[in-house]
């Protein structure tokens, strides 16, 4: 007998990937008509010249860390400054804990947002996703 436990991803089913998918793309049209720029997870743009903005990724693995999450990504000029200070060991340098507060505070401002649009949305609280927003309901 294995010693070792099988680890196996599990993917919703397809009712759930069904729901997630029509949920995206509903928070997808709301806050692109409120203003921000939106786009899913696979529509990578020149990661150069983009703007930044909210990005729609669809964790579709049946487990707590499962569902719809929308990420807030800053200008490509701000993430290389970013880089580069972590890169150097320099991180007491203010271009991170300028980047941590517009994080924090972006996906503050997008839970608010999500909730006035009728949305149940809530902060991650997910180590890979620190400053990420979890999406659990529409508009009813």
């Not at 947002?113 to 180590?127: F, I, K, Q, T, W």
Request: charged share 25%; glycine share 8%.
């Amino acid at each position: 007998m294995n010693a070792e436990k099988e680890f196996v991803l599990r993917p919703f089913d397809a009712s759930e990937i069904s729901r997630l998918q029509k949920l995206a793309t509903a928070v997808k049209v709301d806050l692109s008509r409120s203003g921000l720029a939106v786009r899913e997870a696979g529509e990578e743009p020149d990661r150069h010249t983009a703007p930044g903005g909210l990005v729609i990724d669809l964790d579709q693995v049946d487990d707590e860390v499962g569902g719809l999450w929308l990420i807030w990504e800053l200008h490509p000029v701000v993430r290389q400054s970013v880089r580069e200070a972590v890169q150097q060991g320099r991180t007491s340098d203010p271009v991170i804990q300028a980047s941590v507060d517009v994080h924090e505070r972006t996906a503050e401002a997008i839970v608010c947002m999500l909730n006035a649009l009728g949305y149940g949305a809530e902060r991650s609280d997910d180590s890979h996703r620190p400053f990420a927003v979890r999406v659990l309901t529409g508009p009813c």
